[in-house]
């Protein structure tokens, strides 16, 4: 297994190795594509956050990381199970889930993708088999079962999970881990490891940071590789899907990346001084995009004409999104019985009927969402 550590990759400077193979140029337009759309999309709304504050919901934006989520969005089928955390635009359009009922579920309105319920880090858009969560570790647990369902129904599907390194603190994570290769269920576990746990470094999380030959000695195919680099994720997910759908079991795929922007919210956090300046400038020099990009328009896959085409096409669209989003209407507190998705739940339905509509609205405080 090739060693790989978030200091290797900054010792190792700009990234000069990124390649496109004879036969792989349509693939790479349309993972160009998707990243510029997910960059444009965090963008606009990161822009919109403040001091307009009409996102009400916490947003963990991605912006840096878009590599996996659009390897994903080109090897998954609808039918296929895509579990992720609460850094999840990126994988919500991996899905194929629509843009603006992710826009409007920011808002809080009705026409959002859960009805304006969920907000950014619990999104899901069931009817594209796509569910986020905002329990660390939780969509690891979550896919073993989807996929042993799968396996006992003799499905030809593959459930993912994508998660940050931080589920690994977790015992749940291992356990998926041990259960997955124990079992040869069809499932695909996507570290996004970006060095930081909201402010701490791996390394005052763990004593070691070599996750990836920890799951190899559970019996499970592990591959640690440079998460910037799109076409390597994109053939590692491609081999390590298929081999979820043809019954070789599972792999568990640890892409090195990095967030630009902030946990949380789109204010930088710098200033808690967690990483140095001349860090995040050396990852953003190994921008995915950016290195996709100019493999491209060496190989003439990628004209100034062409990018500039297409930056006009999405604009488009998140205006539209933007715009939908803005004249949606709130849910209306009546319809809060109706907030149970299960019509087969007696105990929700039980609990429901404790809470009083009026005197729970009446004693919300209109709670700013400055400060992040
Ligand atoms: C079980 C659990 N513990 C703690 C948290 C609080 N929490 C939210 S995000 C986060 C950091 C997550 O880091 P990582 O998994 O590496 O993902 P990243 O934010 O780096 O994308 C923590 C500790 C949580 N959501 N769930
Ligand atoms: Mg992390």
């Not at 199970?81 to 359009?93: E, I, K, N």
């Not at 690994?168 to 124990?182: N, P």
């Not at 559970?218 to 799109?230: A, C, E, R, T």
């Not at 009927?353 to 400055?370: G, L, N």
């Amino acid at each position: 297994m090739r060693t790989i550590t978030h200091q290797s990759i900054l010792a190792g400077g700009r990234y000069g190795e990124l390649s496109i193979d004879d036969g792989e140029a349509q693939i790479a337009q349309s993972l160009y594509r998707f990243m510029l759309r997910l960059r444009m999309c965090e963008e606009a709304l990161s822009r919109e956050y403040h001091p307009a504050d009409e996102m009400r919901c916490p947003v963990h934006f991605c912006i840096g990381q878009e590599a996996v989520p659009a390897a994903l969005s080109a090897l998954l089928t609808r039918d296929d199970y895509l579990f992720s955390h609460h850094r999840s635009h990126g994988y919500y359009l991996a899905k194929g889930a629509p843009l603006p009922a992710m826009f409007a579920e920011l808002y809080g309105k009705e026409t959002g993708a859960n009805a304006g319920r969920a907000g950014s880090q619990d999104i899901s858009y069931p009817s594209a088999n796509f569910h986020s969560g905002a329990i660390l570790a939780g969509a690891t647990a979550i896919a073993v079962g989807a996929a042993l369902g799968f396996q006992l129904r003799n499905e030809r599907r593959v459930a993912v999970a994508g998660f940050g390194e931080s589920a690994t603190d977790e015992g749940v994570f291992w356990e998926s881990v041990s259960y997955a290769a124990l079992r040869k269920l069809p499932v695909v576990f996507v570290c996004e490891n970006n060095n930081y746990s909201v402010f701490s470094p791996q390394l005052k999380r763990q004593a070691r940071d070599n996750i990836s030959e920890r799951v190899a000695t559970f019996g499970m195919k592990s591959l640690p590789l440079f998460g910037n680099d799109v076409m390597l994720v994109y053939r590692a997910l491609r081999s390590a899907i298929a081999d979820a759908r043809d019954g070789r079991g599972p792999t568990f795929v640890e892409a090195y990346t990095y967030r630009w922007s902030g946990h949380y919210g789109p204010a930088s956090d710098d200033l808690v001084r967690y990483r140095s300046v001349e860090e995040l400038e050396a990852w953003k020099d190994n921008c995915p995009i950016g290195l996709l990009g100019a493999a491209m328009s060496a190989r003439n896959l990628l004209s100034d004409e062409q990018k500039a085409a297409l930056i006009k096409e999405i604009d488009v669209e998140i205006a539209e999104a933007f715009q939908f989003a803005k004249s949606s209407p709130f849910p209306r507190a009546g319809d809060w019985g109706t907030m149970n998705f299960s019509d087969s739940s007696p105990v929700a339905d039980a609990l429901l009927t404790v809470v009083d509509v009026r005197t729970f609205d009446a004693e919300q405080a209109i709670v700013q969402a400055k400060g992040y």
